[in-house]
């Protein structure tokens, strides 16, 4: 197959948008378009555009924003879709960037993904996210995604032993991590006794849906990620050929039950063992080769979790790890050295661009502050729906 | 590069569905995998599936309809995303199917296109498909589909000698095809005296947007179209040898400026030609290749345009092509056998799949009542915006 790499990156500052949904999809894009060195006149080099995102109609009223992308980019006539999958808009709509590349359709892609979510606000925004569950059988009941994930948690309590501790260690890992992103949401310093002591606990770090408390989850962020695709046979011929090629090795996506009351085993997350394996083996490689991973913290849980899943600790060992230090910068296995979704943000669309942007930083060394020694491969997990639809990605420069 | 083609087919009747989004959606792809002799068990034979809808989100509420589907019909783990590029969402998804098993990661996918449009009603219908323009330089003043038709409509009036009977001719034909096509919305046919006599036109045909009247244009209709697609070397083993192989010779899009007054000659609809010519090429073919097409009716101006822009008749001579009946079954460029958007209905994301439903039922000699016979190579054209990005497909059993 025709080998895929990413020669670009971009990223707006995560947070509260200055300006509107289309302006900030294009200002990570120029930002992917310049760190490639595409040169005026490049207009002609992109073929496709795709807009990975969640909202843009539902919150923001816009169809057909990659169309805006492109004309705003002066791109025209290069062919342009929006791709939706949750909250792994991002992921796979690079998935199809590499399937339009690999095809030989195109050579070069662009791929942005984008939120714009804090358009709503407060219970709004919980229930536009909650729009990814079962129209039927769960959405309309209520359910909500904090819901889902405090159980989970609680039954991965029960079963495994996690403590409400160890959800916050990822937390101060994270924040500490995302102190040395420019881009991240929250730089912000958290210290574990600050929302962990019992005397202050529901003053600095409050219950949201038991046992989940603030800290245990993101916060709601506007956002987006861009980079920019080509085919290794035709980066020197399009311009890109000073550019250290970050190649895709490995790609997938996988669905669990869209009911995450009808899955077997309900501390099982199916879909990001069965898209990483897919990932591993399209990439001849397996967990012992990553260095460096961007797992999806929208919960603390799912870092933990996914940190099993993806086999890098042994099941029901991940907050162990966690403990350990493992997953920290100058650990065994740095996890979300970017500050992951909990103090980066999570942008929903932008969060699978995003995760790879920062892969591609520590896999060409730019990672200042937080960059992992020597890394050379990485291993992104974008997570959509409550497990329902995951993506897996391996880029390296092997 | 790799040969993709159809080998099933499903589509629901269009109108007004009785049952849920997520069901209408199934009940197309079931009938595509029955069509395709898909056994049980064959679950294991999908590898991804697409849907393609404009208002899933913004209209339905729901997030992940891919996933949603998956799920329902059982297929998991595949792989699953939507796909939104306005009323082109279908037929752009068909094109990430191509992508998707050209590239060889998937060799079989399931391509569903698919709007529920009527839980929204008057003002509001034209204000959601409105979504589809500039969101700051068009939409936000306003400015609607039919507006810009009109306009449009006007210009080629003036320009080309289009009249009102001209419109009325198309949109007679149309009503004719759709009435031997169970699936459409309007199965009614239509005398054209009836829709032009001054004397009672204003009853029988009211003015919508000047000089557009209600027979100039689609309907709002809910509906879903499938096809499932396989790479041709992989027919025999997947169990669908014995379906007549309908292939995708050329797929292509292209965007057009996303602000219409900026458009250098606001007649032209530079979109259309270039996908067009794009597909053309690919296939090696040409417009005098073409035995039945379908073009976007969405208002009948556009018929008349389109068929000029993918070569079919000069520029300006479309109409004159219309009123000699070269367009109507029998005629020598038989466009929209279906109906049309004009009577089959326009459930946006579904029309890019149903178009091409409706060529591979031409193709395998199936449009019981209204076949075009010996028809071989057909073209189908999905207008997404008003021609900001626009669809061409070709296919071929030759």
């Known amino acids: 197959m025709r080998q895929v790499g990413i020669v670009g990156v971009g990223h707006t500052k995560f947070g509260k948008s200055e300006v509107p949904f289309i302006d900030m999809l294009c200002e990570a894009a120029l930002e992917a378009m310049d760190d490639a060195g595409a040169k005026t006149g490049s207009k002609n080099v992109i073929d496709q555009v795709f807009v990975g995102s969640m909202g843009a109609g539902m919150i923001n009223r816009i169809s057909g924003s990659a169309s805006a992308v492109v004309d705003a980019l002066n791109l025209r006539p290069a062919m342009a879709e929006c791709i939706e999958n949750g909250p792994a808009s991002g992921a796979s709509a690079i998935k199809l960037g590499y399937m339009a590349i690999a ?82 949401h929250i730089q912000r310093k958290v210290v574990l006794e600050r929302i962990t002591n019992p005397a202050y606990i529901n003053a600095t770090n409050p219950i949201v849906a038991d046992p989940l408390r603030q800290f245990d989850m993101c916060p709601v962020s506007d956002g987006a990620a861009a980079v920019l695709l080509v085919a290794k046979d035709k980066q020197e011929e399009l311009g890109f050929g000073h550019k250290k090629f970050v190649r895709i090795a490995g790609i997938a996506t996988a669905t669990d039950t869209h009911v995450v009351a009808n899955r077997e ?123 329902n639809n995951v993506a897996a990605t391996i880029l390296t420069t092997k």
């Open 103 to 184: 095809s030989g359709c195109c050579d070069c892609v662009l791929v942005i993904g984008g939120e714009m979510m804090r358009v709503v606000s407060g219970w709004e925004a919980t229930d536009f996210v909650a729009t990814m569950l079962h129209p039927e059988a769960e959405y309309k009941y209520g359910i909500t995604l904090p819901c889902f994930a405090g159980l989970f948690t609680r039954l991965c309590m029960e079963k495994y032993g996690v403590d409400n501790r160890d959800l916050a260690i990822v937390s101060v890992k994270n924040h500490e991590n995302a102190c040395h992103n420019p881009c991240a």
């Open 265 to 387: 085993v309900p501390t099982d997350l199916l879909a990001v063992r069965l898209s990483a394996q897919k990932a591993y083996k399209m990439a001849g490689m397996g967990p012992e080769d990553i260095d460096v991973a961007e797992l999806h913290d929208a919960f603390q849980i799912l870092e933990i979790a996914e940190s099993e899943e993806v086999g890098f600790f042994p099941r029901g060992e991940g907050h162990l790890a966690a403990r350990r230090g493992d997953t920290a910068i100058g650990g065994k296995k740095p996890v979300n050295t970017s500050g992951g979704l909990k103090a980066k943000g999570h942008p929903l669309g932008a969060t699978g661009v995003s995760q790879v942007v920062e892969l591609v930083r520590q896999l060409r060394g730019e990672a200042e502050g937080r960059q992992v020694e020597g890394a050379k491969t990485g291993l992104a997990i974008n997570f959509g729906g409550f497990g």
